[in-house]
Nanobody, 126 residues
């Protein structure tokens, strides 16, 4: 099971940190990805981290602004989001699967992944 949290309302230029607590799976064996879906738009992949945390990926739209990290001891993956803008407004989801599937799915909107958390809403507005 995955539990996402940390969303909220933030002004443009602000920051938020999302958390994804993973239960029943080990981050040593499973990769985790973050996805988002804005109103009226398709779900898109944002970032992902490999099992063991050695490899990361970022979508072009968030590169340089978002940072993904994992804490194996807490079995938690974080998404630090800086320099937020209104286009980042969306429901954010985390998902877990084997590394190959996560990295492939992050480029394809997340289809086919086995484990999903509930979403957490991020609203960027003044």
């Amino acid at each position: 099971q995955l539990q996402a949290s940390g969303g909220g309302l933030v002004q443009p230029g602000g920051s938020l940190r999302l958390s994804c607590v993973v239960s029943g799976l080990s981050l040593d064996d499973y990769a985790v990805g973050w996805f988002r879906q804005a109103p009226g738009k398709e779900r898109e992949g944002v970032s992902c981290i490999s099992h063991g945390g050695e490899v990361t990926y970022y979508a072009d739209s968030v590169k340089g602004r978002f940072t993904i990290s994992g804490d194996a001891a807490q079995n938690t993956v974080y998404l630090q989001m800086d320099s937020l803008n209104p286009e980042d407004t969306a429901v954010y989801y985390c998902a877990a699967d084997i590394t190959h599937n996560i990295f492939l799915a992050t480029r394809r909107g997340g289809s086919g992944l086995r484990y999903w958390g509930q979403g957490t809403l991020v609203t960027v507005s003044s």
